[in-house]
């Protein structure tokens, strides 16, 4: 065993999901951040991308190994069997939207569920495998797993260069000799186990604010100076924040907080 399972999405079989994920807690000696050298890809880098039509990418899964495609389609609704009735009903069925599709259908097969997708221009995380015909692979765009979740994606040998927010999940950082507009202070805590994080923010006159968590974009708020982030976990983990004037770049430090 190199795992125990950490945290999951349950999925619904009455509305609409989102993701096919979950994740599990490890020993750092048992596994690794990369791909094999030779038959995968190497490491991922740390900055995630969208899916775009046309987008060239690969994988590296258990049962095909190194692959890759084109991605066909971008928020596609598909239905999936989860429990069949005999060799060709379907009895239980959940439908996915927001998903993306990748071609020709030997990108992927049984046994390469939760392989990572990369483009292959820069090894940018794209999205998160998890079911496939004979002619499409299916996989859940990356960012609201790991914003789900409350991760990012591993730097491996480069080392993590976020700081610890301090006790109790309190944080304020930024680099000292770089001027940000906004100043940023995030608490964080938890409400029977679940995790939260207080922000609050001075220094912009803007209409609304961006929300950022582990650089994924959370949400779009009215700029009041203040809001909480349920991150909906449990757990430990490190959370790194960031706000920005809504559609620019005018932003405040990340501020990484722990629990």
Not at 77 to 96: L, N
Not at 186 to 208: C, F, H, I, Q
């Amino acid at each position: 065993m190199i795992g125990t399972l950490y945290d999951f999405e349950p999925i619904s079989f009455s509305s609409n999901n989102t993701m096919d994920a979950a994740i599990a807690s490890v020993a750092g000696a048992d596994v690794s951040g990369s791909t094999p050298a030779t038959a995968g890809y190497g490491a991922p880098s740390t900055s995630v991308t969208n899916a775009t039509v046309g987008l060239e990418v690969q994988k590296y899964g258990r049962t095909t190994g190194h692959t890759t495609g084109t991605v066909a389609e971008i928020n596609a609704t598909v239905s999936i069997c989860f429990q069949t009735r005999g060799p060709f009903m379907c009895a239980q069925s959940a439908t996915f939207v927001n998903q993306f599709t990748i071609t020709p259908g030997n990108f992927s097969s049984g046994g390469d569920s939760g392989s990572l997708i990369v483009d292959t221009a820069g090894n940018n995380p794209v999205g998160l495998l998890f079911a496939g015909s004979s002619t499409h692979t299916i996989a859940n765009p990356i960012g609201p797993v790991l914003s789900r979740f409350g991760v990012t994606i591993d730097p491996g040998d480069e080392g993590d260069e976020n700081g610890n927010g301090g006790n109790g999940g309190n944080g304020n950082g930024g680099d000292d000799d770089e001027v940000f507009d906004i100043d940023l202070t995030v608490n964080g805590y938890k409400v029977r186990g679940v995790k939260n994080a207080d922000l609050t923010w001075n220094g912009s006159d803007a209409g609304e604010i961006d929300i950022f968590r582990n650089g994924v974009y959370v949400r779009t708020v009215s700029n009041t100076g203040s809001h909480t982030d349920n991150i909906g976990s449990r757990g430990g983990g490190s959370y790194t924040y960031q706000v920005c004037e809504a559609g620019t770049d005018t932003c405040s430090a990340q501020v990484t907080i722990s629990f």
